[in-house]
């Protein structure tokens, strides 16, 4: 280490201005070098988070994913000739009856699902082999919400009924229910939703059809009908399962 001063008190010959000068560029620029290191640590601290965020996103849902499917494949290997309700949360988190003339009524609702969930190869494993007596279909609320084009809705629906028609000889599809201005969706929000579920759901009956499957219409939701502006409240929940059961009537019919 270099001394500034000499025994005698006076300034050392060795250690001019210009040496003093270049020090402090060079402590300048280590500074700047280390704030550099520090602003690139954090920007790559930042991006290592919201990935890792994204990440654990995708890790719980396909965790819910697994559990349910197995939780759908005990269940349907304890009874025969199921109806089977597949859907969304809004389904998932129904609580229809336990069963229906006869036949044990199953909710396999999926949180987050749309119809290019592969809910078709989904629900096939869960039934290992055994058939459903019918299997009500209610997607289309988080196609809309993820803005999914009517070309991809229509494809992916169609496909989800050609699978699905494999293990049943009643498939049946019912509409999306509409949203209320509450919670997070606002009068502009609800507005935007509601013309892609009424373009959707004016798809549906066609889908149906082709599809051999019945349509069952919604009645007119009264207000409010949801929570949160989406899921459905009690009084929502009555409506839609009166649908669902008037459309799954034709099954108790003796033939």
Not at 49 to 67: I, M, N, P, W
Request: glycine share 10%; proline share 5%; aromatic share 6%.
């Amino acid at each position: 280490m270099l001394r500034a001063f000499s025994q005698r008190g006076g300034a050392d010959p060795r250690f001019s201005r210009s040496d003093a000068n270049s020090g402090r560029r060079r402590l300048d620029l280590g500074v700047d070098m280390t704030r550099t290191r520090i602003g690139l640590a954090v920007l790559l601290i930042g991006a290592l988070t919201a990935g890792f965020s994204f990440l654990r996103k995708e890790a719980v849902a396909d965790s819910h994913r697994q559990a349910r499917q197995l939780m759908l494949y005990y269940t349907l290997s304890r009874v025969d000739n199921p109806i089977i309700l597949v859907g969304d949360s809004i389904t998932e988190a129904s609580t229809p009856p336990r069963e229906l003339c006869g036949h044990p009524v199953v909710n396999a609702g999926l949180n987050g699902a749309t119809t290019a969930s592969d809910l078709g190869t989904w629900l096939v494993e869960a039934l290992n082999g055994r058939r459903a007596a019918a299997i009500v279909v209610s997607l289309g609320t988080n196609d809309v919400l993820t803005a999914r084009s009517a070309q991809a809705f229509e494809a992916s629906y169609a496909a989800l009924l050609a699978q699905l028609a494999e293990v049943t000889d009643h498939l049946a599809v019912l509409a999306i229910p509409e949203i209320d201005v509450q919670g997070w969706v606002t009068a502009e929000r609800k507005a935007k939703a509601m013309a892609g579920i009424d373009g959707f759901n004016a798809m549906l009956p066609g889908l149906a059809a082709k599809g051999g499957a019945t349509f069952i219409a919604l009645p007119p939701m009264p207000k409010p009908h949801t929570i949160d502006g989406v899921h459905l409240n009690g009084i929502g929940y009555s409506a839609w399962d009166q649908a669902i059961l008037q459309g799954v009537s034709a099954i108790c019919r003796p033939h």
